[in-house]
């Protein structure tokens, strides 16, 4: 059985399977990993039953972004086969499937495997996994019992992925612009015109929307886009995380070089 919301793995195979609506606050108070105080919304309290010098190892959870929105519990068990999972929660935002989901695996081994799944396919959508923050999955599992309290009041609002050693991943709107964005998460099966339509009523050169392609020519999610100046690529940014069919599309400051470059890669 899977919960709506998320699910527990018992001891490590798809039929210990259990809802979790019950169990995951009785897992929370009997399991130093999750210990947590009389109530999560009101945040992490500090293991008050040990020691000063006792040092849990870093808490066992990952971040998924990128998923599905049909994604059910079973489809993330399966993209982790053979790893030990202890839960897994589907983040719901305004009621609505995110594509995101908290991972809980048995231990650190476990997630540094599950790390190396990073941009795997689930379907035909490549899935970010990633770290992430203990009070990221105690904010969300706050959330859902609040949505399944019927207030919305507490809607998870997490921190966001991990710089990947560039600035690019910051604020955006501190970086500097030049005439491209570069988009990331689109449909393999994307057209150009729908990346035109995207920007209606922003100012793109249309013979300079370039799909990024691997050298199999399978679309890698990519594309790189022209506009008339660097002033209406960032106006365009008010389209970041807008949908293209099922997913939604991440945007980013690109560079005229940045753009050569991906298009000499899908020519080689």
Do not use: W
Request: proline share 5%; hydrophobic share 35%; net charge positive.
């Amino acid at each position: 059985m899977y919960g709506s919301r998320g699910a527990m793995l018992g001891g490590g195979g798809l039929s210990d399977v259990y809802e979790v609506g019950s169990k995951r606050p009785r897992m929370m108070e009997s399991n130093p990993y999750f210990a947590v105080g009389s109530s999560v919304s009101r945040g992490f309290q500090p293991f008050g039953g040990y020691g000063a010098g006792y040092q849990l190892p870093a808490f066992p959870v990952v971040r998924l972004r990128g998923l599905p929105f049909n994604c059910a519990d079973i489809d993330i068990f399966k993209f982790f086969a053979g790893l030990d999972i202890v839960d897994v929660l589907l983040v719901n935002k305004g009621g609505r499937f995110s594509g995101e989901a908290f991972v809980v695996f048995a231990g650190p081994v476990q997630v540094e495997l599950a790390l190396q799944r990073d941009r795997q396919n689930m379907g035909r959508r490549y899935v970010e996994v990633f770290t992430c923050k203990r009070q990221d999955y105690y904010n969300a599992v706050a959330a859902e019992v609040s949505y399944e309290g019927g207030s919305y009041d507490n809607e998870y609002q997490g921190s966001p992925p991990p710089a990947k050693s560039s600035k690019r991943f910051s604020d955006k709107e501190k970086m500097e612009y030049t005439e491209i964005l570069k988009l990331r998460g689109l449909p393999f099966s994307v057209k150009r015109s729908q990346i035109v339509d995207f920007f209606k009523g922003f100012k793109v050169i249309e013979d300079r929307v370039h799909i990024s392609c691997r050298p199999d020519g399978k679309a890698t999610g990519e594309a790189y886009v022209e506009f008339v100046s660097a002033e209406e690529a960032k106006r365009a940014m008010s389209k970041d995380k807008m949908m293209i069919g099922s997913r939604y599309v991440e945007l980013f400051p690109s560079t005229p070089d940045e753009a050569r470059r991906a298009e000499n890669r899908s020519r080689q």
